[in-house]
């Protein structure tokens, strides 16, 4: 089993930063781990996965250029910078894992551990 928990969200206004962090605990081996959103009454997200050598990166299209995944893995955490939100960033955000090394998936199927999520709200 593996424990993801998220941390970093809250209120900011359009433009403005935030750093998401994801800690994972547990039994931890070689993982691919994703970040996904999910604002009110929509589904939930594919926004930015990285391979847990840092090698290789894949972000939404709607991100790219704005956030960047990146990882520490002597501290087994995964960061998300958000740069230059938008109000249509609002969601929360949620940490997933999948075990292996190379598949970079974009369904929420694809992952097997999910974090608890942090409330990211961006005011216009």
């Known amino acids: 089993q593996v424990q993801l928990v998220e941390s970093g969200g809250g209120l900011v206004q359009a433009g403005d930063s935030l750093r998401l962090s994801c800690a994972a605990s547990g039994r931890l081996g070689t993982y691919v781990m994703g970040w996904f959103r999910q604002a009110p009454g929509k589904e939930r997200d594919f926004v930015a996965a990285i391979t847990w050598s840092g090698a290789t990166r894949r972000y939404a299209d709607s991100v790219k250029g704005r956030f960047t995944i990146s990882e520490d893995n002597a501290r087994n955490t995964v960061y998300l910078q958000l740069n230059s939100l938008k109000p249509e960033d609002t969601a929360v955000y949620y940490c997933?894992?999948?075990?292996?090394?190379?598949?970079?998936?974009?369904?929420?199927?694809?992952?097997?551990?999910w974090g608890q999520g942090t409330q990211v709200t961006v005011s216009s």
């Open positions: 997933a894992a999948r075990p292996g090394s190379m598949y970079m998936g974009s369904q929420r199927s694809d992952y097997d551990y």
